[in-house]
């Protein structure tokens, strides 16, 4: 097997950040429901001008349902576990600048503990 490919601390990527974009059909909510998709969209554009993107940046991908409906719309930052609920692209965008470039956790953003389905 090859080497793994290190970023800070050996991990490959430095911030994996997965969106959920779950689109519930049924009536039930769902972070789709509340623009999930286009901030996902908007966050990817924003990390690939800014540079971060790729091996030992930051990854931003696309997830099924997360299991925090209640604060949706939901992201989450790992290996640090931190999760959003977001708003609009000023909020995307304060979380690239903040805690994808700069390491500084966006904290009026974070999705309550207590949050869950
Ligand atoms: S629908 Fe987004 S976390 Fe469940």
């Not at 049924?26 to 554009?45: L, P, R, T, V």
């Not at 290996?79 to 470039?101: A, C, F, Q």
């Not at 009026?108 to 949050?115: A, C, Q, S």
């Amino acid at each position: 097997m090859s080497e793994q490919k290190p970023g800070n601390d050996g991990q490959y990527y430095q911030h994996h950040v997965f969106f959920c974009l779950n689109d519930r059909v049924n009536g039930e909510d769902s972070c789709a429901h509340h623009g999930a998709k286009d901030m996902f969209d908007h966050c990817k554009a924003r990390v690939k001008a800014e540079g971060l993107s790729g091996p030992g940046k930051v990854r931003v991908n696309k997830a099924g349902c997360l299991d925090r409906c209640a604060g949706g719309p939901i992201m989450a930052v790992y290996p640090e576990g931190v999760w959003y609920t977001y708003i609009d692209n000023d909020d995307i965008d304060e979380i690239v600048e903040s805690h994808l470039k700069n390491g500084k956790v966006v904290e009026r953003l974070l999705t309550p503990p207590d949050v869950g389905r």
